[in-house]
């Protein structure tokens, strides 16, 4: 079990770009989430995977940004034509299927529109 | 529904005691409770699931009151190593998973 592990780990972009960030998750966890966390605030939940389907999308997420996780593994999420508010931490979490089921955090990727 | 958490921030000598509660207005399921550094990922610290459960490992312990949908996450004699910031998230019936607004606790020597 070597965690959660996101890549990168930081990214600078400029307005307009499109950006995307990979999530390897525990292995034998069946469930993927994705969160966005902005300074002094908690992870704000964006969408989440069981297996390879995705089960559930915040609605606060714009048209721009898209998940896949095609083999119920790896999950990428991709930011087109990111926005300077887009600028944030991004966490992904996994977990065994079930409530109550702890998640475990990657150490997120540091986004940074200019 | 984000769940409501107090205070929002505290300030603590080494050895002292504080207590910080998470309360939803909807019926909870579940708690979690984190602890973030800053620059770094939520740690899990521990799960609640029935009513009037209470869990605990160390000096860290929490309660869950069910029927005040709350939870209170009580840390004892305080190490320096506590200090960070401290995120319940909850679980109601049939909604996802959501993350408080987080406390922050300092620990001073």
């Known amino acids: 079990d070597t965690g959660v592990s996101q890549d990168p780990r930081h990214k600078i972009t400029k307005r307009g770009q499109n950006v995307t960030f990979r999530c390897d998750p525990i292995?034998?966890?069946?469930?993927l989430y994705w969160y966005r966390q902005t300074l002094g605030q908690g992870p704000e939940f964006l969408t989440y995977f069981q297996n390879e389907a995705q089960l559930e999308k915040s609605r606060l997420l714009s048209d721009r940004f898209s998940a896949e996780r095609p083999k119920g593994s790896f999950s990428t999420l991709e930011i087109q034509r990111t926005e300077q508010g887009d600028s944030a931490m991004y966490l992904c979490?996994?977990?065994?299927?079930?409530?109550?089921?702890?998640?475990?955090f990657g150490p997120g990727t540091r986004l940074l529109v200019l | 529904q984000q769940p409501v958490q107090s205070p929002q921030a505290v300030i603590l000598r080494e050895g002292e005691d504080a207590v910080i509660n998470c309360s939803s207005s909807?019926?909870?399921?579940?708690v979690h409770w984190y602890r973030q550094k800053h620059g770094e990922a939520p740690i899990f610290l521990m799960i609640?699931?029935?009513?009037?459960e209470q869990k605990g490992h160390d000096k860290i312990s929490a309660s869950f009151n069910e029927k005040k949908q709350q939870s209170s996450l009580y840390l004892t004699a305080s190490q320096l190593s506590y200090s960070g910031t401290y995120f319940c998230g909850t679980e109601n019936y049939g909604q996802n998973f959501v993350f408080g607004p987080g406390t922050r606790l300092s620990v001073l020597p």
């Open positions: 609640l699931l029935k009513g009037g």
């Open positions: 979490a996994s977990s065994r299927t079930g409530t109550a089921e702890t998640q475990y």
């Open positions: 292995s034998e966890h069946n469930r």
């Open positions: 909807k019926a909870l399921y579940s």
